[in-house]
């Protein structure tokens, strides 16, 4: 897997480089806690499970990463 990133470094792909088909998912504490999707006609959440949702919707997938960054997730793709 590969980290997403706002800012690029070494061995991390910028979010702009991600297609917004590509599976982006959400680790919290280094485990598997869910991921970004985009719900149809309201926008992009982090889901946690079934019904379940961090934050959002947001307007863009970059707004909703963001937001939920204080909370200590990070974002990977599969490589």
Known sequence: MKRIIIKNTIDEVNL???SESTPIFAKLKGKLAG???K???RGWI???GGE???NGPH???EICMTSALEYG?????ED
């Not at 997730?73 to 793709?77: L, V």
Request: hydrophobic share 45%; net charge positive.
């Open 59 to 61: 307007a863009s997938r």
């Open 35 to 37: 991921m970004i999707v």
């Open 73 to 77: 997730y990070t974002y990977f793709i």
């Open 52 to 54: 379940f949702g961090s």
């Open 16 to 18: 702009r480089e991600v």
């Open 46 to 48: 982090l889901k946690l």
């Open 39 to 41: 719900e149809k006609d």
